[in-house]
């Protein structure tokens, strides 16, 4: 008897769909970060996650209503626990 097919959506799918919605499509979202419309199209399909060096610039396209930690909190956790350095962010590393 076949397995039945995972009906769950990872939570960073349903963030990077919600940010290619905000900037407009995921091909807006493609020529906004100068990729190809196909990868931004598996990142949504769950064929492959955001990867974490367009988080930031995702985050800036959406004015912070998708944020890094939503794309990849695998990758960004200092924000979502309260752990961010004082400096974070400054270019003080």
Not at 59 to 66: D, K, M, P, S, V
Request: proline letters at 6%.
């Amino acid at each position: 008897m076949p397995r039945p097919l995972r009906k769950t959506t990872k939570p960073q799918t349903k963030a990077i769909r919600a940010a290619c919605e905000i900037v407009g499509s995921t091909t807006k979202m493609a020529q906004a970060l100068g990729i190809h419309d196909s990868q931004v199209s598996q990142w949504s399909t769950e064929a492959r996650g955001v990867p974490a060096h367009y988080c930031w610039k995702i985050e800036a396209l959406t004015q912070g209503r998708i944020t890094c930690e939503q794309l990849r909190p695998d990758v960004f956790v200092s924000r979502a626990y309260g752990n961010a350095p004082a400096n974070a962010g400054q270019g003080n590393d």
